[in-house]
């Protein structure tokens, strides 16, 4: 693992850090705090993401997932985290109205709500190190922020437009807030890879994606993927409903819809 330090040991003004880990590359960029103890938590933060990586891959045979899809484990004899991302699962398919499912194809499949819960998981771990400041944690492009990088400078996000690439469809500001995180889900990197929960197919929807800014970034990766699946419509009406969330939703036809309360997080 390699840091890049800026500023005197003692007092570094950034540790920043990428690991590749869940077939994506995560970034971590650290504000404050003495650089031994930094260092030392986000070591601590890159061995869980590959823990979580090795617990909940559904590619790999010996992971926990995959044996308790297949009846050879329960939950009671799986690592603790299992029981924990299964719970929010369940939780985020309750809230969503099956719109958010911890299955894929009638398999169990948790692997939805696991990197927006490893990003935040990981960004708190560094926040607790005395003297950070800020904390932020970009895994594949959904991030989870915390504090702020500078006295009365907040974390900013840009957020890809999916129509043209290369360019941005807006830019997500952290100001006012001590925690914010930002998720996105589409078509733009992957392709159609988010299923409809009814009928195990991939999304038939007029959306190229979705972006949802909220404080935690495990909720609102699950929501993105939800809105997205919904369509643009019943997707943005549901997202209106919930507290302290606000989206940015591009059709195909090159439409963006916003609910109310999102411009006072941009720029």
């Not at 705090?33 to 823990?51: F, I, P, Q, S, Y």
């Not at 607790?128 to 915390?146: E, F």
């Amino acid at each position: 693992m390699a840091d890049t330090v800026a500023g005197p040991a003692e007092a570094p003004a950034a540790v920043r850090h990428a690991e590749e880990v869940m077939g994506t590359v995560f970034s971590f960029d650290v504000r404050g705090g003495d650089a031994r103890a930094v260092r030392e938590a986000l070591a601590e933060a890159v061995a869980g993401l590959h823990r979580a990586d090795a617990v909940f891959s559904t590619y790999r045979e010996d992971s926990q997932v995959s044996r308790l899809a297949r009846g050879e484990l329960t939950v009671a004899e799986c690592a603790p985290e299992v029981a924990e991302v299964l719970d929010l699962a369940a939780e985020a398919d309750r809230r969503s109205d099956g719109w958010f499912s911890p299955r894929y194809r009638g398999a169990l499949d948790p692997t939805g709500i696991v990197k927006g819960w490893a990003v935040e998981r990981a960004a708190r771990l560094l926040a607790q190190v005395a003297g950070v400041r800020g904390v932020s944690v970009n895994g594949g492009g959904d991030v989870q922020m915390l504090g702020a990088p500078e006295p009365h400078r907040p974390w900013r996000v840009g957020v890809s437009d999916p129509l043209r690439p290369g360019g941005l469809a807006a830019v997500i500001s952290a100001a006012g807030a001590d925690e914010l995180s930002v998720a996105t889900s589409g078509t733009a990197e992957r392709g159609a890879h988010i299923v409809d929960p009814r009928t195990g197919r991939p999304a038939v929807t007029d959306l190229v994606s979705v972006t949802v800014v909220g404080p935690r970034l495990t909720w609102v990766d699950c929501w993105a993927t939800a809105a997205f699946a919904m369509g643009s419509r019943a997707g943005l009406e549901w997202l209106e409903t919930l507290p302290g969330v606000e989206a940015l939703l591009i059709t195909a036809g090159d439409e963006v819809r916003c609910t109310g309360g999102l411009a006072a997080r941009l720029g």
